[in-house]
């Protein structure tokens, strides 16, 4: 059974950086889609960015484009979303999340993801 654990979530000023840690335990990140959201008070959970289980490909919304960058440890435990030019509208609770088995696709939907992690909070201040 893999656990997810997610940290590295602060209180920031906007137009500051964060970088987010998820590290695996029990198993790797190998071969394995993952992604992380985030969910704000009164909000669904919205996508945020996904790594394919190749390790080549990603995706973002919209709202990060450009502003964040998610990525993979060389020892396959870890991913991280590293957060540029932040913004009010940031703040939330993020949540990594990895597929059950192998595959090498790129997925984006909460259901495509199997294994989560408890979240961490994400606070911008203007």
């Known amino acids: 059974q893999v656990q997810l654990v997610e940290s590295g979530g602060e209180l920031v000023l906007a137009g500051g950086s964060l970088r987010l840690s998820c590290a695996a335990s029990g198993g790797t990140f190998r071969a394995r889609a993952t992604g992380w959201f985030r969910q704000s008070p009164g909000k669904e959970r919205e996508f945020v960015a996904a790594?394919?289980?190749?390790?080549?490909?990603?995706d973002y919304s919209d709202s990060v484009k450009g502003r964040f960058t998610i990525s993979g440890g060389d020892a396959e435990d870890t991913v991280y979303l590293h957060m540029t030019s932040l913004q009010p509208e940031d703040t939330a609770v993020y949540y990594c999340?990895?597929?059950?088995?192998?595959?090498?696709?790129?997925?984006?939907?909460?259901?495509?993801?199997?294994?989560w992690g408890q979240g961490t909070q994400v606070t911008v201040s203007s």
């Open positions: 999340a990895a597929s059950t088995g192998r595959t090498y696709a790129l997925l984006s939907r909460p259901e495509d993801f199997y294994f």
């Open positions: 790594l394919s289980g190749s390790g080549y490909l990603t």
